[in-house]
């Protein structure tokens, strides 16, 4: 029975680890993304069919906006030394960046377009309306903190 | 021993399989420019869970020689189980507008079971299973699910009992909106403590999300009030039980047209009582459940007599159980990124269906820890964590 007690507890630890690692990296920006749905949805007044049709879209967008955002990145972050040696590098560099905001803008127009044919198109404006507002409470969020 | 080995050998293979061996892999290069972020494949997380639930010690009556013999009646039950999404297909309509989408799932699980009567040895039933769940979202209303959960049972160390059987669910469930859902389906099952075949009716009222109430029946009803973000409780009633199959050791079953080694044992609780569940994340969740067990039974059936017959066996014995508590309490771990599903009705149905039909035909409820909780403040310390949402011209 010890041994059985044992066994549990310690494949319990080695799960938590595991699961901690993956849990960290996330557990923030699951909030934010949590917050910013709650927060559309109060904003723009979405029938029954236009909820089931616009959200599993829109969830599609963000998460491909991810991606695009997560891959550059992985290449350029807070640990990046943005002082180029070499002009090669400085380019790469832009490159990169004028890469991302393409990505960003050519899946926001395909997602529009398609929210456009789900959703009247005073709805999709009030969409673009609730996601600055959202980005500004955000931004008094962090002057408060 | 042979169990311990076993449980081993499935906790590293799902670490491998979880890792898919990166500590084993050389070619992974900081300085490689074209390394890309893979998108999440799946809407569902790969989830292990680990049960524990156990009954009061119950005295047994004296109106016949086998409750004689037994004297007293209590059990507790173990059980380990993990689901992985192995297949996620999702299907477009022509212009893109609509999404439905195709899961297929392995299910299975261990669960071992101490059966503990006073006047006679103690026995060890274990269930295995290894199962396949389908789910078919059409992006609309409709979701169908399937499950075929064939599992092995036995009466440890008596290998002569290993008995082969098959539980299955078929389900179609309608989300009319994010209030209300109505489900029905069919269900083989042995959670009554014999071999039933059910219709299987349920609805919902309220969002899975915030205060619901859920009648399924044969599994269950459940009504759900979330406390704050992070904590769920429920007041519920559900069979918990099972059919198994037990070596004759102790000439429980005897007489004249009675000469095999081993019985089927049928049992099952209807448990009454008060749940809280506690999700930190969606990755973690755990619950602590007690209450009554408010109608209990067990059953002994012969097995020579049950060849005989094709549906719900004939008991030789059946002894209905005094009332007692229980206690129960699990954890729930969910890895791996998933696609999002925020206010997404369907999924948020679909994933309620893969939370609560529990493979083995255990009716273990995992709890909806990876549903989303409606959003509320977030406190923001560090400009990146937000750094994808604003733009230099926002901050003017």
């Not at chain 2, 290894?130 to 979701?143: P, Q």
């Not at chain 2, 069919?186 to 039933?196: D, K, Q, V």
Request: charged content about 20%; some cysteine; hydrophobic content about 35%.
């Amino acid at each position: 029975m010890k041994l059985y007690f044992k066994y549990i507890f310690s494949t319990l630890l080695m799960i938590l680890f595991i699961n901690g690692v993956y849990a960290q990296s996330d557990s923030k920006k699951d909030k934010i993304d949590a917050l910013r749905a709650t927060f559309i949805a109060k904003k723009v007044n979405f029938t029954t069919q236009e909820t089931q049709l616009f959200w599993p879209l829109y969830n599609e967008m963000n998460d491909k906006l991810d991606v695009v955002r997560k891959t550059f990145r992985l290449q350029y972050n807070t640990t990046t030394n943005f002082n180029f040696i070499t002009d090669k590098e400085a380019e790469t560099y832009l490159a990169a960046e004028l890469n991302l905001k393409q990505k960003e803008f050519e899946t926001y127009k395909e997602y529009y377009e398609k929210f456009r044919k789900i959703l009247p198109v005073k709805k999709v404006a009030a969409l673009r309306r609730a996601e600055e507002d959202f980005k500004r409470e955000i931004i008094k969020t962090i002057k408060e903190n | 021993m042979k169990q311990f080995q076993l449980h081993i050998i499935l906790l590293i293979s799902f670490v491998f399989f979880n890792t898919k061996l990166s500590a084993f892999n050389n070619n992974n290069n900081n300085n490689d420019t074209t390394k890309t972020v893979k998108p999440p494949r799946h809407y569902f997380n790969k989830t292990i869970y680990i049960d524990y639930y156990l009954t009061g010690k119950t005295k047994l009556d004296t109106t016949g020689p086998v409750s004689i013999k037994l004297k007293s009646y209590q059990i507790n039950q173990f059980v380990f189980g993990y689901n992985f999404p192995i297949i996620t297909k999702d299907i477009y309509n022509k212009d893109s507008t609509k999404i439905s989408n195709f899961h297929f799932l392995i299910a299975s699980n261990y669960s071992k079971l101490s059966l503990n009567f006073g006047g006679i040895s103690k026995h060890e039933l274990t269930k295995f299973s290894v199962g396949c769940r389908g789910i078919y979202n059409n992006g609309k209303k409709s979701i169908f699910f399937a499950e075929l959960s064939p599992f092995v049972t036995k009466d440890n160390g008596y290998s002569y009992t290993r008995t082969y059987r098959l539980s299955c669910t078929f389900l179609y469930n309608y989300a009319a909106n994010e209030y209300f859902s109505f489900r029905a389906g069919y269900t083989r099952s042995f959670l009554w403590g014999n071999r039933f075949q059910f219709p299987y009716i349920g609805i919902r009222v309220g969002k899975l999300d915030k205060t619901n109430l859920s009648v399924q029946f044969p599994r269950g009803m459940t009504f759900n009030v979330p406390v704050g973000q992070y904590v769920q409780t429920s007041i519920y009633t559900k069979p918990q039980g099972g059919l198994y199959t037990v070596a004759n050791t102790d000439s429980l079953l005897n007489g004249n047209n009675y000469n095999d080694n081993k019985f089927y044992f049928g049992r099952y609780e209807f448990l009454s009582g008060l749940r809280i569940d506690v999700m930190p994340s969606k990755f973690f969740n755990f619950y602590l459940s007690t209450g009554i067990t408010t109608k209990s039974n067990i059953s002994f059936y012969p097995t020579p007599k049950a060849k005989k017959t094709g549906n719900a066996y004939n008991d030789s014995y059946s002894k209905n159980i005094k009332r007692n508590i229980f206690v129960n309490v699990g954890f729930v771990f969910r890895f791996g990124k998933t696609k999002s599903i925020y206010n997404n009705i369907q999924m948020y149905d679909a994933l309620d269906i893969n939370n609560t039909v529990s493979p083995g035909d255990n009716n273990i409820n995992k709890g909806n820890g990876n549903i989303p909780r409606p959003g509320t403040k977030v406190k923001i310390n560090n400009t990146d964590e937000v750094l994808d949402l604003i733009e230099t011209q926002d901050l003017y």
